[in-house]
């Protein structure tokens, strides 16, 4: 079954919103077994039915979002009701489910609002729990329209409450799942990746091989219809890949160090130079995080790392604050001064000035601390634009904290 | 001149990424007096070029972001040189640059980027500062092509110094400008803004008034043909939101703030809680932060409280962590600790446990410490998503900041 989205809104084309509705219906869609061929935004007005009307010569399930309201500008329903040959109905007990929304919040009703309550003839409506104007399903012998509205705060649960279980009751018997397998991968590039294990992969039988890569890391998917076969897919890559995979699935960086670091019993510090917070911010988006982090540094200046990590002048002098030995007694006091198990020191040139020939812009040293136990300390050269580096930076040191814990 | 952007990467048909890319080169391109006038996303794969002779027939500006990489799902630049009919041809010296970028990062080179040298005939090569795979711009007698890199952190400055800078050259005399002024404001929602100015601002004249709204804070934009009166609305907006104004244009938060340090010649040390080291990585963010940053305490403990800000144990017991005590003896703990001339503290809930019936998820004290000056404290209920949280606390602390050094 082949599903696109048409995304309607003025203000997604001016660069005013982000359209978030796109990956929210798409993994509601995947799990369905459904997946979204093609996404097409076009701003509020005629274009939305030369959009449908292209939609509808190649597309069994299209989603509308957007364009249900009240105002001039709002003709999803027209369009559609135009697009699939139905006349429009006025519905009393919509205008009257408004009214009673209005007088509950003690607003005056408008004439305008007598437009939510037309429906394409024949189509379901979709009660908005949160807003005005409801959702509409629309369908003619081949194909059917979801019509959701804009405000995310309305789709989201129309999409939960309405149009999930409409789906899955209309499908059901027909839908064939897709299996996925996701491998978030730190260290290796996408070509890496590709090189290590594609062919094989795909020599197993009918598995599509996906990357998505950014700054240091990749994404590998794995997917296909046979779930041994992707499954096989995904052990062939664990093996070749090892310890380079992060996480799998959604789950980011901070949650696995989150999740091991609970799993273990065991906390975190962190002593921050050149990441700014940033590896403490990321620790503490997870929650239950204050669970095993309790103490955090940004020792920006020299000054702070001598006070408050209890640095030797002396060290900083001789080796410079971009270096292991500063990483290392970083880490260490971060440790002593705090009552964590393991510590994280990043101390680099984030740019964009400050570098030299020998210490360029980029360069990072990290030093993990353990609890009587050894310090492991690592150099990188990383991007030299600012906030691509810190998240680098960051990641590589969230990082090295997974892998103490998974020693 | 109709301008449409093609968005390939089965990651966001999946809802496994968000485009950044529509919002961020529409923004460009409104600038420049162009508008986007319809966006669409396919996967990676032949779909591209089928979307490529849709938009070739509509369009004559056409952006295609993604797609430029080494990997087997990377065709952006085979599917532009089949449409536009021109052969691709090897540059060497774009393979002698990305050897030399490896050989920098000490990372064997492979084959497979041999695919990122290929030009389709006459096509400008635009440089990728930030990674391998190259820009392109692909010409006919009627449409332009303009191929951009999937990361973000790549598209970014190639858009800013190479594609942009191209585009004016080459639609000089062609291009309408509008002039658009943006007021960036905190504290204060869109209809209250709207109703404060709206009716005054168009009785100026022919203005667009836009708003774009995010948790506690939005932007206004006012927009029009003629600048003198663009700056009118400006000054009249100015004039009734004061000092609730906290930058101009795409400035943010973190930036003003080290701005205005910078030219006052004051340092901020930052002593964070709830926010967990966001403040300060905010702040770091900003290139030059160096000299207005040198000490932040992420003291998410109790115990990180008492022995790093040097906070009595008693007061906590009294007034419990999140309140304005405790955050007024953070902050001044801060100041002591460090040769800040301010200091911001944040204490909060950020849920999704913690929370009491008298101090729900959400609460937040926050206390401006200034040397040899008083303390102010404040207190919010901000958003019990917890990023959403984070957010809305360290731009409170940092719009605290802001107005210490307007003050």
């Known amino acids: 079954m082949r599903v696109e989205?048409?995304?309607?809104?003025?203000?997604?084309?001016?660069?005013q919103a982000t359209n978030t509705h796109l990956g929210y219906l798409a993994q509601g869609l995947f799990g369905l077994g459904l997946r979204v061929e093609r996404q097409v935004?076009?701003?509020?007005?005629?274009?939305?039915?030369?959009?449908?009307?292209?939609?509808?010569?190649r597309a069994e399930l299209i989603f509308v979002t957007g364009g249900l309201g009240p105002t001039s500008d709002d003709i999803t329903r027209d369009a559609v009701a135009e697009v699939f040959g139905k006349k429009l109905?006025?519905?009393?007990?919509?205008?009257d489910g408004?009214?009673?929304?209005f007088a509950s919040r003690h607003l005056a009703m408008n004439d305008l609002q007598r437009a939510q309550a037309m429906v394409p003839e024949g189509g379901v409506v979709l009660?908005?729990?949160?807003?005005?104007a409801p959702g509409l399903i629309v369908e003619t012998e081949r194909v059917i329209a979801i019509l959701l509205p804009g405000p995310p705060g309305e789709l989201r649960p129309m999409w939960e409450a309405g149009a999930l279980p409409w789906l899955k009751k209309k499908l059901a018997g027909r839908l064939a799942p897709v299996h996925e397998i996701t491998l978030r991968i730190l260290g290796l590039g996408e070509t890496r990746v590709q090189l290590l294990l594609e062919d094989e992969v795909k020599a197993l039988g009918p598995i599509e091989v996906g990357y998505c890569a950014r700054p240091g890391e990749v994404d590998l998917r794995l997917i296909g219809p046979d779930p041994a076969l992707v499954r096989k897919a995904g052990d062939l890559a664990r093996g070749r890949l090892g310890d380079a995979i992060y996480a799998e699935g959604g789950v980011t960086m901070e949650e696995t160090v989150v999740l091991l670091a609970r799993a273990a019993g065991k906390t975190v510090a962190t002593a921050e130079s050149c990441t700014g917070g940033l590896v403490a911010s990321r620790i503490t988006n997870v929650p239950h995080s204050s669970e095993i982090f309790r103490y955090g540094w940004v020792t920006y200046?020299?000054?702070?790392?001598?006070t408050e990590?209890?640095?030797?002048?002396?060290l900083l002098e001789k080796h410079g604050a971009v270096s292991a030995e500063t990483a290392r007694a970083m880490a260490e006091g971060a440790l002593r001064g705090s009552d964590a198990d393991l510590a994280i020191a990043v101390t680099g040139i984030a740019g964009p000035t400050g570098g030299t020939p020998e210490k360029p812009v980029g360069l990072v040293w990290f030093a993990l601390a353990r609890r009587d136990g050894p310090v492991d300390t690592l150099q990188r050269n990383l991007s030299t634009q600012r906030e691509t580096f810190k998240y680098m930076a960051s990641q590589i040191a969230l990082d090295l904290v997974r892998r103490a814990l998974v020693a």
């Open 98 to 101: 408004i009214a009673a929304k």
């Open 41 to 57: 935004t076009v701003p509020d007005g005629p274009a939305i039915t030369a959009a449908l009307r292209e939609a509808m010569a």
């Open 301 to 306: 200046a020299n000054e702070a790392k001598i």
């Open 89 to 95: 109905i006025f519905h009393q007990e919509i205008l």
């Open 127 to 132: 009660d908005n729990a949160y807003g005005t």
């Open 309 to 314: 990590l209890g640095i030797a002048p002396e």
């Open 5 to 15: 989205i048409i995304n309607t809104g003025t203000e997604l084309l001016l660069g």
